[in-house]
């Protein structure tokens, strides 16, 4: 049972235009969210995070949302550049407890000049 | 920020062999180290839970008799593939909790291992 779930495989778009990618959970008890950025043949990075008495977090070019009664987070990057064509991973973890991340599947972003 | 290192970064080995690999963390000390395995066009598996000075915990479906772990200083812990098989052929990646900042873990820049 994936308890997070990232059901784009794949997202293309412009430069200059916004990046949205989604991510959805179904267990409840997951309170702090996570963003991580993949390049091929390294480790995850850490991009940004939030907990869920927010429902917003921004640093920068990159803001998630937080949609606790739906499950839902979203990463927006604004502006996209060719440099953030990577892999991205939601991943929650429940606090207090084992601290096991647990990760989506990624959305692969493509940023076209 | 804080720097987790894997050694090696790559190796090729024979069939029945074992290989370790080291994660390293270099500006804190970790109680928690965290073993990932990733295959192609899928996520990151956790394989196992490393404490300090304790035995590791293992993932449903992972031989823990395969795949070692020992975590015997708070900035080191080692993973082992035992008796290694092409099917082991992967990358992995382990990550090491910084206990002083809730839920980030710190990721090393993986080991591709190759089995031939």
């Known amino acids: 049972d994936q308890q997070v779930k990232q059901n784009s495989p794949s997202l293309s778009v412009q430069e200059g235009r916004i990046s949205i990618l989604n991510c959805d959970y179904t267990?409840?008890?997951?309170?702090?969210f996570l963003w991580y950025k993949k390049y091929p043949a390294e480790g995850p990075t850490f991009l940004i995070s939030i907990s869920s008495i927010k429902d917003k977090n921004e640093d920068g070019r990159f803001t998630v949302f937080l949609n606790k009664s739906a499950k839902h987070l979203s990463l927006h990057i604004v502006p996209s550049q060719p440099g953030d064509s990577a892999v991205y991973f939601c991943?929650?973890?429940?606090?207090?407890?084992?601290?096991?991340?647990?990760f989506g599947k990624g959305t692969k972003l493509t940023v076209n000049p | 920020g804080a720097v987790v290192s894997q050694h090696p970064s790559r190796v090729i080995c024979k069939s029945g062999t074992s290989v370790k690999i080291e994660c390293r963390s270099l500006d804190f000390q970790a109680t928690t180290m965290f073993w990932y395995r990733q295959f192609p066009k899928q996520s990151l598996m956790l394989m196992a839970t490393?404490?300090?000075?304790?035995?590791?915990?293992?993932e449903q479906g992972v031989e823990k008799d395969k795949f070692l772990i020992n975590h015997a200083s708070l900035t080191l812990s080692t993973l082992t593939v035992t008796s290694a098989h092409p099917e082991d052929s992967s990358f992995y990646i382990c990550?090491?909790?910084?206990?002083?900042?809730?839920?980030?873990?710190?990721f090393g820049p993986g080991t591709r291992l190759t089995v031939t």
């Open positions: 990550s090491a909790l910084d206990g002083e900042k809730l839920g980030e873990q710190y």
């Open positions: 267990n409840s008890m997951f309170d702090y």
């Open positions: 991943a929650a973890i429940t606090q207090g407890g084992s601290e096991k991340l647990v």
């Open positions: 490393s404490n300090e000075g304790s035995k590791a915990t293992y």
